[in-house]
């Protein structure tokens, strides 16, 4: 997602060479995504001042976080779901027979007691 992320601003810098990026990066900023704030808003609390003129009030704080949290696990739980379609349960790994590589550079028969 950051990767995305990243390529995302840099198509936008590359769209506007003639606006200073950080106003790219602003204005990206303050646009809502997929029924959530926009991320400033989110992080501040408030929504941002940027080149669209506003009313004041508009920019006072009032932000729903835990509208906001319920959404953004709901996400997260759609995401895993379709990242992950046939994931399953893994078993324990107390007692299990290993090899460690031990001080002397070679490789010695070992089981797990507890794990971590």
């Given at each position: 997602m950051v990767e995305r992320h990243i390529q995302t601003i840099k198509g936008l810098l590359n769209k506007s060479p003639m606006?200073?990026?950080?106003?790219?990066?602003?204005?990206?900023?303050?646009?809502?995504k997929a029924k959530l704030p926009f991320p400033a808003e989110m992080l501040m609390g408030r929504k941002l001042r940027?080149?669209?003129?506003?009313?004041?009030?508009?920019?006072?704080?009032?932000?729903e976080t835990d509208k906001?949290?319920?959404?953004?696990?709901?996400?997260?739980?759609?995401?895993?779901?379709?990242?992950?379609?046939?994931?399953?349960?893994l078993?324990?790994?107390?007692?299990?027979?290993?090899?460690?590589?031990?001080?002397?550079?070679?490789?010695t028969p070992a089981q797990i007691v507890k794990s971590a």
């Open positions: 606006v200073r990026p950080k106003f790219v990066i602003l204005e990206y900023n303050s646009t809502p940027t080149s669209i003129p506003v009313a004041r009030r508009v920019l006072q704080p009032s932000f906001t949290i319920d959404i953004l696990k709901e996400n997260q739980k759609r995401q895993e779901d379709y990242c992950n379609p046939r994931r399953k349960q078993k324990p790994l107390e007692d299990t027979q290993v090899l460690m590589w031990n001080e002397i550079r070679a490789w």
